[in-house]
């Protein structure tokens, strides 16, 4: 894919505390994307509440600034330093919260920063339980029964409906926090109450649980470029397993 000259200075978004044996690819992915981009010419702004990292080394970025990770402190860093552009991915669920935080409060259009590599609209499809599971019902694609609740009787009723063991997934949450596997009312109560307090939104999806079945995880990169002349021929990616 060919260089965007419009973008000339970045914000890139750390993944804030991480747990010995956990996160560490955050860390290296956002020392990799600071890399790439000073690589391309393009100034980088770090932002990172963690100063136990690769990525807040003095040599990663041009600017780092060890502050909290909160839509307060990112305002700020971002009137001072004025990037045109935000990259939201490479912090892992830390950073893409954020990055919604400041699209929601309309931080983002105040200072003209645009959203690059996975946008907005991406991140709440994958991450809002309700939006996720519209998205799933509109491409035809199968999913098991579940309800969205955003309180505990709303989640008790809804267990009841769907039928134990039923799998508790919050939404926006850090590697599953506050989610499991609740075989009974008493264990469902425990584990929805901390899901509803650990979810940005308040929202939590009762699932009913397949434990047990084989997943099978593929992902596709797919060069922005190359998927519009795709379209533009007709021609469609498909993956099938015999």
């Known amino acids: 894919m060919a260089l965007d000259t419009s973008i000339k ?14 996160a560490a690819e955050f860390d290296y992915s956002g020392t990799q994307a600071c890399r790439a981009l000073r690589e391309e010419g393009i100034e980088t702004v770090l ?28 305002e ?39 959203v690059i590599g996975t946008g907005v609209d991406s991140i709440k499809k994958g991450e809002d ?19 969205i609740v955003t309180d505990l009787k709303a989640g008790v009723d809804a267990a009841g409906r769907i039928g134990y063991p039923v799998i508790v997934r919050p939404a926006y949450t850090l ?3 506050g989610g499991g596997i609740a075989d009974n009312e008493d264990e469902l109560k425990g584990i929805l109450s901390k899901g509803l307090q650990l ?8 699932e009913k649980s397949i434990k047990g079945w084989k997943e099978i995880e593929y992902e596709v990169m797919r060069d922005k470029k190359a998927l519009e002349q795709w379209k533009e021929n007709g021609i469609r990616l498909h993956i099938s397993f015999d």
Do not use: H
């Open 47 to 74: 932002i990172n509440s963690n100063p136990a990292t690769i990525m807040t080394d003095k040599d990663i970025a041009d600017k780092v600034y060890i502050e909290p990770l909160t839509a307060e402190f990112a």
């Open 199 to 206: 979810s940005m939104n308040k929202q939590v999806l009762i």
């Open 129 to 147: 339980r309700e939006l996720f599971k519209k998205t799933m019902n509109e491409i035809g694609e199968p999913i098991v029964d579940s309800e």
């Open 76 to 114: 700020r860093v971002i009137a001072m330093e004025r990037p045109d552009s935000v990259i939201a991915g490479m912090g892992g669920q830390t950073g893409l919260n954020l990055t919604v935080e400041l699209y929601d409060k309309g931080i983002l259009d105040k200072y003209n920063v645009r």
């Open 175 to 177: 590697g599953g926090s």
């Open 9 to 22: 200075k970045v914000l890139v978004i750390g993944s804030g505390p991480i747990v010995i044996g956990q």
